[in-house]
């Protein structure tokens, strides 16, 4: 019976051996398991100065209003500048840059007009802008006309053909797929504006085909911006939509093509929201607003983003300054805007730059930072990587004339700290304990 016993006491302390030879092992295999919160902690964008690139570089003449495409590889501007030696007359032109070989493509190529806030699809094939130069031949009085151009067929299309110079055809916005084009007008394209108010259209770049969305009577309807497949478009208006505006102040707009509904996504008393462009899928619209949306309003044209779907509209800037063109990237997940305040200590001088806001964290990144001049009109690609905006500041020594010019500002994510999960924890403390029973358990039969 005895040797019986030291015979079970002996098998047990060689598998004791083994657990605890094994143990090592299996806590480095348990903690590669189970460092899984990787984003456990907030990771905030960064943005260096030093990532900044100077595009242009005139030492009197400007380059304006940059549209970058959602994959960040080309954006569309106007300057007046002679960037490739075709321009030499200073016309107000429009350029495609191309952000991987750094070349330079004049786009229009007039003598006399301007040629101005160009809209780029997602593969920069369709770019859309306001004229008044007589691009296709049907615009000798000079009116300001939609005109877009093909770089696939190389080919320019006129959508709108006003006579008079008086209505103004303004603001495109180009579906990311390229198939739509939304934009403004005061002239009565299909007969439905008499009043020549300003009114949105939808243009369908395969059909030809011109579709008025609002017909009002009174009040006006601005700055459309477009999904990427065409399917919602913002814009902002005074009119008393749908009876959904009986103030008519000027509040955001939502136009679902599909169902040809309207929701007023602001629905303010007082004040006004203007400025609006969405994101690429259509949930987010960011926006200024000098009306009190939420409980942190304060003075100023302050930057607001709202869910189309759920209608929460979120304050992002709450200090005294003001905002004037929001950018989100194409899910909403990131705003870029431009702010002329104090906004979080880094700006003391009050000077316009450009800043991005993270929607995850609630966490402002300044971009620019200089002591004199003014950086606005940002436009944020895809992912939120790269901000393309415009600046009178001499922002890496290579603009002391202060002119208007392209830059690219380059940001990211930095990688996450992996850390172990709340159950990570308790798995590994239950290994340790049971580690200790094994030791204990082992004591004893030795003893």
């Not at 295999?29 to 990787?38: D, E, H, P």
């Not at 902002?236 to 007023?264: K, W």
């Not at 940002?378 to 990587?385: A, D, E, L, R, V």
Request: glycine residues 8%.
């Amino acid at each position: 019976m005895k040797s019986t016993t030291i015979q079970t006491g002996k098998k047990v302390l060689q598998h004791s051996k083994k657990v605890i030879n094994l143990f090592p092992l299996a806590l480095f295999l348990t903690a590669l398991i189970l460092i899984t919160n990787n984003t456990a902690m907030a990771q905030q964008l960064v943005c260096p100065e030093r990532s900044i690139q100077q595009i242009t570089n005139d030492p009197v003449l400007e380059s304006e209003r940059p549209d970058i495409n959602s994959p960040g590889s080309y954006i569309a501007f106007d300057s007046d500048s002679n960037i490739n030696g075709g321009n030499p007359n200073n016309n107000t032109e429009v350029f495609l840059y191309d952000t991987t070989t750094d070349v330079f493509t004049q786009i229009t190529d007039t003598t006399s007009g301007f040629n101005i806030t160009a809209s780029i699809s997602d593969d920069a094939n369709i770019i859309a802008f306001e004229s008044t130069a007589n691009i296709t031949g049907q615009n000798p009085d000079g009116s300001r006309e939609i005109v877009f151009f093909n770089r696939a067929t190389s080919t320019f299309t006129q959508i709108t053909d006003d006579p008079n110079t008086g209505n103004r055809s303004r603001q495109p916005s180009v579906s990311d797929d390229g198939d739509f084009i939304a934009f403004r007008s005061e002239f009565s394209i299909n007969g439905g504006n008499p009043e020549n108010n300003n009114e949105i259209y939808l243009y369908n770049v395969n059909t030809g085909v011109i579709t008025q969305i609002t017909t009002t009577m009174t009040g006006e309807s601005y700055g459309p911006s477009i999904s990427a497949d065409g399917t919602y478009i913002s814009f902002e208006s005074e009119a008393d939509i749908s009876g959904l505006n009986p103030e008519m102040n000027r509040d955001m707009f939502l136009f679902n093509t599909s169902f040809s509904s309207f929701t007023n996504l602001t629905n303010a008393t007082s004040g006004d929201s203007f400025n609006g462009k969405i994101s690429s899928d259509g949930q987010y619209v960011a926006f200024v607003s000098r009306s009190p949306l939420t409980p942190l309003f304060i003075s100023g044209n302050q930057v607001y983003v709202v869910n189309t779907t759920t209608g929460a509209i979120t304050q992002i800037t709450n200090v005294d300054g003001n905002g004037s063109f929001p950018s989100p990237n194409a899910d909403g997940s990131i705003i870029s805007f431009d702010f002329g305040g104090n906004l979080n200590g880094g700006n003391p001088e009050g000077n316009k730059e450009v800043y991005v806001y993270d929607m995850s964290n609630g966490v402002i990144t300044q971009i620019t930072q200089q002591t004199t001049g003014d950086s606005d009109d940002p436009s944020i690609n895809g992912n939120g990587s790269l901000i393309a905006f415009e600046s009178n500041a001499n922002i890496n020594g290579g603009n002391p004339n202060g002119e208007e010019e392209i830059y690219l500002a380059t940001c990211f994510i930095p990688e996450p700290i992996p850390t172990l999960s709340e159950w990570g924890l308790i798995a590994m403390a239950s290994i340790l304990g049971i580690a200790g029973f094994v030791v204990i358990r082992r004591r004893k039969v030795t003893a």
